[in-house]
Nanobody
Framework: QVQFVESGGGLVQPGGSRRISCSAS????????MGWFRQAPGKQREWVAS????????TYTDSVKGRFTISRDNAKNILFLQMNSLKPEDTAAYYC?????????????WGQGTQVTVSS
């Protein structure tokens, strides 16, 4: 059974940083590209970033390029997202999933997400 458990969210001031994590189970983590998605209130879920299984390639949506960095620990089945220079428009619930480098989510099952709120 596929399960994603996201954690690490919280309240952050504009310009601040946060690292969130996703623990994956039921997925052959080390052989698949993985990605982060987010959903703001009243908006559709959108893709944020993806990383290849071998950690050689990463891709980002334009709005986070240069500010966010995706990484992974294949030994522990954990996906990370380091978020710097956070803006109020980054406020959203963040989710992980198996995903293509182009931003397509593979599973229809989602975790509970972790809420990141950027506000002063």
């Amino acid at each position: 059974q596929v399960q994603f458990v996201e954690s690490g969210g919280g309240l952050v001031q504009p310009g601040g940083s946060r690292r969130i994590s996703c623990s994956a189970s039921g997925v052959n983590f080390r052989i698949h590209s993985m990605g982060w998605f987010r959903q703001a209130p009243g908006k559709q879920r959108e893709w944020v970033a993806s990383m290849s299984s071998d950690e050689e390639r990463d891709t980002y949506t334009d709005s986070v390029k240069g500010r966010f960095t995706i990484s992974r620990d294949n030994a522990k089945n954990i996906l990370f997202l380091q978020m710097n220079s956070l803006k109020p428009e980054d406020t959203a619930a963040y989710y992980c999933n198996r995903a293509s480098l182009g931003g397509l989510a593979f599973y229809s099952t989602w975790g509970q997400g972790t809420q990141v709120t950027v506000s002063s």
